[in-house]
């Protein structure tokens, strides 16, 4: 129980980015960017009642 109230409120970010070129606040900065988009997109789509809309790379 001890262990776990210690981690509480962590998380861990796994990426493939090359920690030498870029330090962890601009990870973090990323994955908050990342969110915003979505977020923006969710209120677009309800706005206008859209149907689903699939993105794919």
Request: charge should be negative; include cysteine.
């Amino acid at each position: 129980m001890e262990k776990e109230q210690r981690l509480h409120g962590i998380t861990c970010f796994i990426s493939n980015v090359d920690t030498q070129s870029y330090s962890a606040e601009e990870i973090i900065q990323w994955y908050r960017d990342k969110n915003k988009v979505e977020e923006a997109f969710h209120e677009i789509k309800s706005h206008l009642d859209l149907r689903p809309i699939f993105l794919t790379r």
